[in-house]
């Protein structure tokens, strides 16, 4: 009942419906882990009954939700099933010999005719009541079971990542090193997984943005090194479309890159306070980054923005300009704009623009199952060639009278090869048929 169940065509249906819905759904709600922070809390701002909707029904993080896992690992008991019987009709297919067809008679002898058909590339596979079964191209027959197998193959891999995929994010200044074990800013765990812990430190050597002319990006390059406990560092680049392996894990670039603005601040009394304020690129030289940030020490809200270049004369130059705005009742209630060692008064403050540096991201995957995923595709490459390119030709070979009968069929795209059938005649001494004489 389980088997006639998972086989039936309606739970088939439903299963690739339902995993279609999952697909439709990963890309309609924004993923926690791909989507910046900035644009999920907008997001969720805005759509406040789908973000309730989202966080209740792990829709933020769909492709390692339980939700997903148990339809993932229905959909692969269904295969499994279906791909046991794919492959018990191939290999009965394999032994059984056929009974219709196309057939002639011919006065020539069965071992004639036999050495002329292997000639043509039929092997001959045994044979029962008499008549000897040859058959070429029979590989052919496990098309369909390799095509099934290669999907539950790639499925079973898909469900190992789900369970134990680890994948983190960490963005650091240049020349910061983040420790084994240290917080990561994003995280995101598959159901059986524990917490990423890098083999090694890692430090951001460099991050070096390339533009053209129009603002457009040309190439982001990121350095950093790997550094063990004894101090030596191993050092790797990576660029857009490049990413890094490192002792079985894969590192990517972020998503996000900027600059960091480093600031004091000296009260009235005195007190002194350094921050770092780290936002985003801009996207053109004559648009500013913006960003909000909430201070325990301010009263107020304050609200950041910087341009790349305080001329404009580009996206990314030596003299950025950084300004802060103190709102208070959604008013702008005070602004400082400063340069790199500028002083200003914002408020009941003194601020300085100490330094000015420059962040990047980096994505470290820790995943067991991808070369499944791979394999499992060449396998149903494999499986449609044999099914589309490779269909089996049979034919039953058996004494008659003083010479022999040859019945002949091709399992799929018989018209396409019909000009076998005359071909087995002409080794016959018979002439070929046409559709004429056949109507």
Not at 113 to 123: C, M, N, Q
Not at 149 to 174: F, H
Not at 219 to 247: C, E, W, Y
Not at 335 to 351: F, H, Q
């Amino acid at each position: 009942m389980l088997k006639r169940f998972f086989l039936s065509r309606k739970t088939v249906i439903t299963l690739i419906l339902l995993m279609l819905g999952a697909i439709l759904l990963g890309y309609s709600f924004p993923q926690r882990f791909l989507t910046p922070p900035p644009e999920l809390d907008t997001w969720q701002l805005a759509n406040p009954t789908l973000a309730k909707l989202s966080r209740g029904l792990a829709l933020d993080h769909v492709y390692t939700s339980p939700w997903f896992a148990v339809l993932l690992a229905l959909f692969l008991v269904s295969l499994c099933f279906s791909t046991w019987e794919q492959f018990r009709i191939a290999l009965r297919k394999s032994r059984e010999g056929i009974s219709e067809g196309e057939s002639f008679e011919t006065p020539i002898s069965a071992a004639e005719l036999a050495a002329g058909l292997r000639s043509l590339g039929y092997l001959k596979l045994g044979g029962r009541d008499g008549a000897n079964r040859f058959v070429r191209h029979p590989w052919g027959y496990w098309g369909n079971f390799l095509l099934h197998l290669g999907i539950v193959v790639s499925i079973a891999s898909s469900l190992l990542i789900l369970l134990c995929e680890k994948r983190a994010v960490i963005d650091l200044l240049e020349g910061e090193v983040h420790q084994p074990g240290a917080e990561w800013i994003k995280e995101e765990r598959g159901l059986l997984a524990g917490k990423l812990i890098l083999p090694e430190a890692v430090r951001l050597d460099r991050v070096v943005p390339e533009y053209y002319d129009n603002d457009n990006m040309r190439q982001l390059t990121t350095d950093f090194s790997f550094v063990d406990a004894a101090g030596r560092a191993t050092p790797f680049s990576m660029h857009i479309n490049k990413s890094v392996r490192h002792k079985g894990m894969r590192i990517f670039q972020g998503k996000s890159h900027g600059r960091a603005f480093f600031v004091k601040f000296t009260g009235r009394d005195g007190q002194e306070h350094g921050e770092v304020f780290s936002l985003d690129q801009p996207v053109d030289r004559n648009t500013a980054s913006y960003k909000d940030f909430v201070l325990t020490w301010l009263p107020s809200e304050l609200k950041t923005k910087y341009y790349g270049d305080a001329e404009r004369r580009s996206l990314d130059g030596n003299n950025p300009l950084f300004v802060m705005r103190l709102m208070e009742d959604g008013k702008v209630a005070a602004e400082l704009p400063l340069k790199v060692g500028e002083t200003g008064r914002l408020g009941d403050y003194s601020a300085q623009l100490v330094k000015v540096e420059r962040w990047g991201g980096l994505i470290f995957i820790d995943t067991t199952g991808m070369a499944g995923i791979f394999l499992g595709f060449f396998i149903v490459c494999l499986g449609g060639s044999l099914s589309y390119f490779c269909p089996p030709r049979e034919c039953s070979l058996s004494p008659a009278g003083s010479g022999c009968r040859l019945v002949w069929r091709a399992t799929r795209f018989e018209r396409l090869y019909r000009d076998e059938f005359d071909e087995l005649r002409s080794l016959a001494r018979l002439p070929a048929t046409t559709d004429e004489q056949k109507a």
